[in-house]
């Protein structure tokens, strides 16, 4: 760590989703809802938020600029935690592309945004969303749980009860360990894709109530549902697991065969007959200090390929060839540790790029995350923003309580495109007859 008590500068992988996010119009951030059996006067949440920032100190920080790029400060918090009411009726839904604008999140804004309110039948609705410099879709579980912690009073240490912690380190300054087995999540060498929670149907989520300092301003009024470009399939745990066992059977991942669907799909909605899919890959466990990283942050690498698409036609083995290599790609990945001039030098011109792009990460399961909380909680899902950027889209796939959740934020893509990949992603994961029986 560098610079004074608390402060350091951004690895070359939180730089790359710092200076994405600004440039690219909240691309990377994660989006959380979820609804807690029981309802809670604002009062009780507020002093739960309290808590809640105590305990991670990695949600005081802000992003600031530097001679040297960008760095990681503690940020002010007197009169920060107070939650404001917003009025009755009031949607106040927080999309996947609901931004604050830009470069915001890189000149010392808040990092986080949450927002409580009344859900159905006597139960809270939270929604919680994350800079991607602070937190990955590993590690969103890791995050939630201390909030519902204090908000049920679990035991737990206080920043009153021990001394601060320090960030979680630069991974700049770790040892990278390359090869090994693969962590592409695709290729089916690692445990298979996340699973979710929910009914089978496409899911809308209105959430009026309380919120935060740094979110839209109380009375602001989003549009209803998730906004136009967003799908969230949610399966049943049967249906979740009749995929996962046919994914098996054809040696391919959940993850894997969703991805080719997704960009098959792309491929041919853009006319084009190669498609780029960017794999989110936790690093956790690939530096020899493995021990000094925590579970929240970012501690990410994406790792890049294009690949054929847009054929018809034996939808396995193109998942097969595909994860082959996106295999490849991430054993060759390895850490770059540019400078940060150089970083946004590389997002800027990544902003420019015109082919159609599949980004896609496999959260995996957040029940253990959570542990005693999961039997409180209901409808848990998580969307990644979608952005500017090249045209395409964001596939963010989780576990809970056996059963699988897909959700897909588009860009630059219209109305017809999002109705094409629902239709599309719909039969793959309810594996209709549209998909050739094994």
């Known amino acids: 760590m560098t610079g004074g008590e608390g402060e350091r500068g951004l690895s070359d992988t939180e730089a790359t989703f710092a200076y994405t996010h600004a440039l690219m119009r909240g691309s990377g951030r994660l989006t959380t809802s979820f609804t807690v059996q029981g309802t809670f006067p604002p009062e009780r949440v507020e002093r739960a938020v309290r808590r809640w920032l105590g305990r991670l100190p990695l949600l005081s920080l802000r992003i600031t600029g530097a001679d040297d790029g960008l760095r990681f400060r503690p940020g002010a918090t007197a009169g920060a935690h107070s939650l404001l009411t917003a009025p009755a009726g009031t949607d106040d839904t927080v999309a996947a592309d609901d931004t604050v604008a830009g470069d915001d999140m890189v000149a010392g804004e808040r990092l986080w945004r949450l927002r409580a309110g009344p859900g159905p039948s006597g139960t809270t609705r939270f929604r919680l969303t994350l800079h991607p410099a602070i937190c990955d879709g590993h590690s969103v579980g890791r995050l939630v749980r201390p909030l519902l912690d204090a908000l049920f009073d679990t035991p737990g240490l206080d920043a009153a009860d021990r001394a601060v912690e320090a960030l979680p380190p630069d991974t700049d300054e770790l040892t990278y360990e390359g090869g090994g087995g693969c962590v592409c999540g695709v290729c089916g060498r690692v445990p298979g894709a996340g699973r979710g929670h929910g009914d089978g149907r496409r899911t809308r989520d209105v959430t009026p109530g309380v919120e935060t300092p740094g979110v839209v301003a109380p009375g602001a009024v989003m549009p209803d549902g998730l906004m136009p470009g967003v799908v969230t399939l949610a399966l049943t745990p049967y249906e979740s697991r009749r995929l996962r066992e046919w994914c098996g059977a054809g040696q391919v991942t959940v993850s894997g065969f969703l991805t080719t669907v997704l960009a098959d799909a792309l491929a041919r909605e853009t006319g084009r007959t190669e498609v ?8 956790r466990r690939r530096y020899a200090e493995r021990t000094l990283i925590a579970e929240p942050g970012c501690v990410l690498g994406l790792v890049k390929a294009r ?40 997002v800027e011109r990544e902003a420019r790029a015109r082919g159609p792009e599949v980004r896609v990460v496999d959260a995996g399961s957040v029940d253990t995350a959570l542990g005693p909380h999961a039997a409180r909680i209901t409808g848990l899902c998580t969307v990644a923003a979608r952005g500017s950027g090249r045209p395409g889209g964001s596939l963010y796939l989780s576990t809970f309580k056996g059963a699988l959740t897909v959700a897909l934020s588009s860009r630059g893509l219209g109305e017809s495109w999002t109705a094409r990949v629902e239709r599309e992603l719909s039969e793959a994961v309810l594996l209709r007859p549209a998909l050739s029986p094994l």
């Open 307 to 346: 690949l054929s698409a847009g054929a018809t036609g034996d939808v396995l083995g193109r998942a097969r060839a595909n994860a082959a290599v996106l295999c490849s790609a991430g054993r060759a990945w390895r850490p770059e540790r540019r400078a940060h001039a150089g970083i946004r030098h590389a």
């Open 276 to 283: 780029t899919v960017a794999t989110a890959m936790s690093l």
